[in-house]
């Protein structure tokens, strides 16, 4: 069993949908839980960052952590053109471990 | 702060070439971290330092590949002698391990051909 699971599937959205992703993980170890997003041709960008179960949100953007389902999700509100991308979830324990990405499309 | 920096940005060469590739972490960041990223296998990390020491190389591809990371704000990746299927992009990350908030380079685009 991997570390970190992320279906890689692409998503197509209509604007203003709500965007759903999410990972699992095996390793308990694992303190903190990160988004990226990575736009064509560019490096992963920090998108939001947690440490405790729950939820965090900013702007459009909310994180959900629950550690004892060892399960987390990001949800796009409202998604835009620009929210287009891939995203990767990312787990610290004394590294990084990323999941495969997912590449979101937002249909104008 | 002006981020993880790169060089070179884009890098062509020609099979069995050395290549290079260099980076500048955050100041203050312990952690340093290579990853390669292609279409087919996504982000695979090659290597990672903790304060400048090598912790892990498990995912270096083979013998061709070193690291070194000679102070706190520098780190090269050397590829020698260099093959087609080393074409991709590398990313150099760094972090604190505090807060295990990882930040990415630009990367460099090599093409080997």
């Known amino acids: 069993q991997k570390e970190v699971e992320q279906d890689p599937g692409p998503l197509s959205v209509p604007e203003g949908a709500i965007v759903s992703l999410n990972c699992t993980y095996s390793n308990s170890a694992f303190q903190y839980f990160m988004w990226y997003r990575q736009y064509s041709r560019k490096g992963p960008e920090l998108l939001m960052y947690t440490y405790s179960s729950g939820n965090k949100e900013d702007g459009r953007f909310t994180a959900q952590v629950d550690k004892s389902s060892k399960y987390i999700s990001l949800f796009i509100r409202d998604s835009q053109p620009s929210d287009s991308a891939t995203y990767l979830c990312a787990m610290w324990g004394n590294r990084l471990a990323f999941g495969k990405g997912n590449q979101v499309v937002v249909i104008p | 702060d002006a981020g993880v920096i790169q060089s070179p940005r884009h890098e062509v060469t020609e099979m069995g070439q050395e290549v290079t590739l260099r980076c500048k972490p955050i100041?203050?960041?312990?952690?340093l971290f290579w990853y390669r990223q292609t279409m087919m296998r996504g982000l695979e990390l090659l290597i990672y330092?903790?304060?400048?020491?090598?912790?892990?190389d498990s995912g270096m591809p083979e013998d061709r590949f070193s690291a070194k990371m000679p102070n706190a704000s520098f780190s090269t990746l050397k590829i020698q002698p260099s093959e087609p299927r080393d074409s991709a992009v590398y990313f150099c990350?760094?972090?604190?391990?505090?807060?295990?908030?990882?930040?990415f380079g630009p990367g460099t685009r090599l093409t080997v051909t």
């Open positions: 330092f903790n304060n400048n020491v090598p912790i892990d």
């Open positions: 100041s203050g960041h312990d952690y």
């Open positions: 990350a760094s972090s604190q391990s505090t807060s295990g908030r990882t930040y």
